[in-house]
């Protein structure tokens, strides 16, 4: 019971994450020049980085990392399982506190609403925007990825790229604009990363992997409850008379649209690809088939 109040306090009742409050002036990374620096400093280490391996290193050969890509692993997943259960906690209690705003705007009614959508006048401070502050800067530690990406795998897409720098790109808008539905996205994404990254994890140190693309497939169910929700935060803000940050969350929506198509293209020719290999596979014999089976564990590493 006393740890279960610590948890409580420490995560949604510590007077720095009540009094929170996003500024341009003075909360870091905060500013718009910040965040376009940051992605432009992103894609362009990305770039000459796997421009600069492929001229020396040969076709193929990557650089071991030891335990570095298991340990970024374990502290993503770590850090999104805390920031799942401290904007629970803090939903709950904003929830608790702000029942009084919601008569006086009648926009909405239920908790399952404020979810979706947020009253008009919504200002990006206390407890939740706390922590979609944190969801924000946590953004910068799965940039990490790419670089253990293009050093041990040699790969380097376009979507992953566009797939990374949106997704800090969009977690910036939720703040700036007070976004609707902010909240429910961090809860979404925040459960699949601590499930995905821990399961990075496992299959880093050497445990066995799934028998099925469990990455991907995750991808596909966060993506799948996006776009639902999505439809609910439109009913909403028709029907109640307004949701806080349309505008942005229409940008967002574009956004999510565009990444969408690219993932279900990727996906798509991805297994279809495996397929391809699979039946060829088949025909060469147990070897072919052995090699592929390691292959595809390396792919998976690599999503």
């Known amino acids: 019971m006393i740890i279960m ?45 796997h421009n600069f391996l492929s001229h020396i290193l040969p076709k193929r050969r990557g650089v071991p990392l030891g335990p570095i890509p298991a340990i970024h692993s374990l502290c993503i997943s770590l850090i999104s399982a805390v920031i799942f259960i401290g904007i629970l906690l803090s939903s709950v209690a904003d929830i608790r ?49 790419t670089f253990f990406i293009i050093l041990r795998r040699r790969k380097l897409t376009f979507f992953h790229l566009f797939n990374q720098s949106i997704l800090l790109f969009m977690s910036f808008l939720w703040l700036e604009f007070c976004q609707s539905f902010q909240v429910l996205a961090i809860l979404l994404s925040t459960l699949l990363y601590s499930v995905v990254y821990g399961y990075r994890f496992w299959t880093e140190i050497g445990l066995p992997t799934a028998c099925f693309s469990f990455v991907v497939n995750c991808q596909v169910v966060l993506l799948g409850c996006n776009l639902v929700c999505h439809f609910g935060v439109l009913f909403l803000h028709f029907v109640k008379g307004g949701c806080n940050g349309m505008g942005a969350w229409g940008f967002n929506s574009v956004l999510n649209a565009v990444i969408l198509c690219l993932f279900l293209d990727f996906y798509f020719k991805k297994h279809l690809k495996k397929g391809k290999v ?6 060469a014999g147990g070897s072919s088939s052995a090699r592929y089976r390691r292959r595809s564990v390396s792919e998976l590493k690599s999503e």
């Open 5 to 49: 109040q610590s948890v409580k306090y420490y995560l949604s009742e510590h007077p720095s994450i009540v009094n929170f409050r996003w500024s341009n002036t003075q909360t870091f990374g905060s500013t718009w020049s910040f965040l376009f620096s940051s992605i432009s400093v992103y894609v362009l280490a990305a770039t000459t980085l």
């Open 97 to 145: 506190d702000t029942r009084w705003f919601w008569r006086r705007t009648k926009t909405i009614t239920t908790p399952f609403q404020w979810f979706l959508c947020f009253p008009l006048g919504t200002r990006a401070s206390g407890r939740v925007f706390f922590w979609s502050y944190i969801f924000y800067l946590s953004r910068f530690l799965h940039l990490l990825r």
């Open 278 to 283: 699979g039946n060829n596979s088949g025909h």
